[in-house]
């Protein structure tokens, strides 16, 4: 079992910038694959940015975006911090959402279901 707890949202200007915190409770968070969704009002979830475990594999891929963020957020962990973070640039008025930390077996999964874990969310504003 994995508890995991946002922060870090709030009411920024177009251009600006925040970091988003994910922090877990429960054992083995370096083995877990991580990942961001956002959700805003009137439409589906989405994935935003994916996180690869620490566990060793063949793939030199280690992190995944969605396109519209590309160059602007950027998904990392610190494992002995058990802390998911998302650090977001340039933001714009269309990232506006509420911000979703998430934990699963698989890594670099794109689609919320196959992540087990999730958080309450937080908000993020952007004004234009």
């Known amino acids: 079992q994995v508890q995991l707890v946002e922060s870090g949202g709030g009411l920024v200007q177009a251009g600006g910038s925040l970091r988003l915190s994910c922090t877990a409770s429960g054992r083995a968070f370096s083995t877990y694959g991580l990942g961001w969704f956002r959700q805003a009002p009137g439409k589906e979830r989405e994935f935003v940015a994916a996180?690869?475990?620490?566990?060793?594999?063949?793939?030199?891929?280690?992190?995944s975006y969605t396109n519209s963020v590309k160059g602007r957020f950027t998904i990392s962990r610190d494992n002995a911090k058990n802390t998911l973070y998302l650090q977001m640039n340039s933001l714009k008025p269309e990232d506006a959402a509420v911000y979703y930390c998430?934990?699963?077996?698989?890594?670099?999964?794109?689609?919320?279901?196959?992540?087990?874990?999730w958080g309450q969310g937080t908000q993020v504003t952007v004004s234009s």
């Open positions: 996180i690869s475990t620490n566990l060793p594999t063949m793939s030199i891929r280690t992190t």
């Open positions: 998430a934990a699963g077996n698989k890594a670099l999964r794109e689609d919320a279901y196959d992540y087990d874990y």
